[in-house]
């Protein structure tokens, strides 16, 4: 807000009466255990003009003395801890402090400039969090890499999904904690004990965040339609490739929820349905495992599908959306940390964007990528009992389901990326809470 805006000179006044803020988020009382980052040294270094900083764990990281100005924590608003320093205002050829200088025991740097007066102490832990050189950000992708564990079927079978139940998802942050923290390492967790109705689904749910709202409402059911009544293959008994949901949508839906609150028994003796599978199984396909495997098998699929917008569209009554993204999403400022994985066969557009030479690519890398989340080795088949809830990256993990002919109903909803991450970032401590999605 212009409002709020300071001018750099004022800015150098520290704020009356106000607390040294934090400059990153409102801690929440788990995160305010320190990184305990110390700094071993730190210089101007006036032929690279920049401040070095060498810190205790052995990374050694540059800032340019204008950063160092643009992120004086006290230009902080107190509480709001909103930006009141105007970065127009600050010259890019900022020279270097005079003095640099590691206080408290390697707690803090602080340094000074002679002609305007200006002194900002920084905290170690937020130099060492917030450097920018390349490094750095390669280690950030690779911590939240580690925090991932793509999974074939036999690594993640129904038993080994993160599970809690319903009462405690509804009341306890640990068990809150514990969901969020599976859907990043896996990209799937299962609540039991679920309540059937609409209603208290979303009571509980609402636990991760709002439900998001599309054309098809808040919160919905797959209960199968009459003929003639369907408008997604969703709403019929028939069998379901993995897909992410709504790829049409540009802003697509972080989580996908299914809470089972019907399920017929199986109607063959064996439980198998006349495509040989296990009669009305949610099938689950990690996105990024087939990413893995592209990379390492098939590099110029991966190359195609991280390089390519594909269209995708929905149309239905009153409805025409459509999606013009790329298969494989990278976070920012990286070519290898993945950040969305978007693909359902059934919804993508007319070809009608490719130059006339890549028309054959894209069928032969089509086919590659159908082939693997076709494939059983990838695909975990998980029957849902009545009370049990799965919970699904839609950015990561594909779902579908195996065909059936007695009765099967989810109750569902969507729920907004932002949401949810920002739920589990309040709950995680500090050192992980600016990894997850951390664009
Ligand atoms: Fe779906």
Not at 176 to 190: E, F, N
Not at 284 to 299: A, C, R
Request: with cysteine; charged share 25%.
């Amino acid at each position: 807000m212009a409002g709020l805006v300071r001018t750099a000179a004022a800015a150098r006044r520290p704020l009356a009466g106000a607390a040294r803020a934090q400059w990153t988020v409102r801690q929440q009382p788990q995160q305010r255990r320190a990184l305990s980052m110390a700094i071993k040294q730190a210089s101007a270094v006036d032929a690279d003009g920049v401040v070095r900083v060498s810190f205790a764990d052995g990374h050694e990281s540059s800032f340019h003395p204008v950063w160092l100005k643009d992120h004086n924590p006290d230009t902080l608003h107190p509480t709001s801890l909103q930006r009141q320093l105007d970065s127009a205002t600050l010259d890019p050829e900022t020279p270097l402090p005079d003095e640099v200088s590691v206080v408290d025991n390697g707690a803090r740097v602080q340094v000074a400039w002679a002609a305007d007066g200006e002194r900002i102490t920084f905290d170690a832990d937020f130099l060492r969090r917030h450097c920018y050189d390349a490094s750095a950000l390669a280690e950030r992708h690779e911590r939240l890499a580690k925090m991932r564990t793509p999974w074939a079927s036999k690594d993640l079978p129904k038993e080994a999904v993160t599970r809690v139940t319903g009462a405690d998802l509804a009341s306890s942050d640990d068990a809150l904690r514990k969901v969020l923290q599976a859907l990043v390492k896996d990209g799937v967790t299962i609540v039991t004990d679920m309540p059937s109705s609409i209603d208290e689904t979303e009571a509980i749910v609402r636990r991760i965040g709002p439900p998001r709202e599309t054309f098809y409402g808040g919160m919905w059911d797959t209960a199968p339609k009459a003929e003639g009544e369907v408008n997604d293959t969703a709403y019929t008994k028939d069998a379901l490739h993995g897909h992410t949901d709504t790829s049409y949508l540009l802003d697509s839906p972080g989580l996908q929820i299914f809470n089972c609150v019907a399920q017929s028994d199986p109607t063959t003796e064996d439980g198998l349905n006349h495509e040989g599978e296990i009669e009305g199984a949610t099938k689950l396909v990690d996105g990024f495992k087939v990413l893995d495997v592209l990379k390492n098998e098939y590099p110029e699929t991966f190359e195609f599908f991280a390089t390519t917008p594909l269209k995708w569209h929905c149309i239905e009554d009153g409805v025409f959306v459509k999606a013009w993204a790329r298969v494989i999403e990278f976070e920012p400022g990286s070519t290898t940390a993945i950040k969305q994985f978007r693909y359902n066969s059934y919804d993508l557009s007319p070809v009608d964007y490719l130059a006339p030479e890549k028309v054959l690519d894209y069928y032969r890398h089509t086919k590659i990528i159908n082939d693997l989340l076709r494939d059983p080795k990838y695909i975990s088949y998980m029957r849902m009992n009545v009370g049990e809830m799965v919970i699904i990256d839609n950015h990561r993990v594909c779902h579908g389901r195996t065909a059936f002919s007695g009765f099967r109903n989810m109750v569902g909803c969507y729920i907004g990326r932002d949401d949810w991450l920002s739920k589990l970032r309040t709950l995680l401590p500090a050192e992980d809470n600016t990894l997850i999605n951390d664009e």
